[in-house]
């Protein structure tokens, strides 16, 4: 079965630090990964995918993550936080040769220190 | 555009009764999904439909959960003697068609709390 593994709730960074937000998934053959957030009282909003192709995806907000096949990882990255990032991130994964539904990781909840 | 809308925004209900929570999507998205977020449970999916079909209702927690979509457009969940675990957060989500690269955009939810 496909399952996202998202380590630790809450991450805590002060203002201009590195974001790392990490997600490891389960799955013997590549699936489908994304990244979504979501703010306070709102609904998810996706941040990147990986469907094929290159491995180094950007996204919004200057986010990006690489998936890593031999390390089973879809780690988030940030060069430098800011205040209007802090909210709940969560990585999900599709099936491959499955229909289009999201399973998620727990989510993490990111905090940014001034 | 209009993104996907969701109501009610807020539903407060009392164990036993019947709710309807209603979604309209993006116009033009013939994909449509429900996911439950709770503390207990994270996010998890429900239902999914294709047009008016619902090819997987795999997600839906018990007998008691029903969803149906007109037109191809708006669906209704329906939740029937609603009980205290029922308390959640439901999400709606479309996307252009039932296709892996194509981006679900989700609704800003309908909070349910069953006293």
């Known amino acids: 079965a496909q399952s996202v593994t998202q380590l630790g709730s809450h991450v805590s960074v002060s203002e201009g630090a590195l974001v790392l937000l990490r997600c490891n998934y389960s799955?013997?053959?590549?699936?489908?990964l994304f990244w979504y957030v979501q703010y306070p009282n709102q609904g998810l909003q996706l941040l990147l995918k990986?469907?094929?192709?290159?491995?180094l995806v950007k996204g919004i907000n200057g986010f990006e993550a690489e998936f890593k096949k031999s390390e089973t990882s879809f780690h988030l990255t940030k060069p430098s936080a800011h205040m209007s990032d802090a909210a709940e991130y969560f990585c999900?994964?599709?099936?491959?040769?499955?229909?289009?539904?999201?399973?998620f990781g727990k989510g993490i909840t990111l905090s940014v220190r001034p | 555009g209009a993104g996907v809308s969701q109501s009610p925004s807020n539903k407060v209900t009392e164990k036993g009764k019947d709710v309807e929570l209603r979604c309209d999507p993006i116009?033009?998205?013939?994909?449509l999904y429900w996911y439950r977020q709770s503390l207990g449970q994270g996010l998890e999916f429900l239902i999914y439909?294709?047009?008016?079909?619902?090819?997987?209702k795999s997600g839906l927690p018990s007998d008691r959960f029903s969803a149906e979509r007109t037109g191809g457009s708006v669906s209704t969940l329906t939740i029937q003697r609603t009980q205290q675990e029922d308390s959640a957060v439901y999400l709606c989500?479309?996307?252009?068609?039932?296709?892996?690269?194509?981006?679900?955009?989700f609704g800003p939810g309908t909070r349910l709390t069953v006293l």
């Open positions: 999900a994964v599709i099936k491959t040769g499955a229909n289009s539904k999201l399973t």
């Open positions: 990986y469907t094929t192709g290159a491995t």
């Open positions: 799955s013997s053959v590549p699936p489908y």
């Open positions: 989500a479309s996307s252009l068609r039932e296709r892996i690269a194509d981006t679900q955009y």
């Open positions: 439909f294709q047009g008016n079909s619902a090819p997987d």
């Open positions: 116009s033009g998205h013939t994909a």
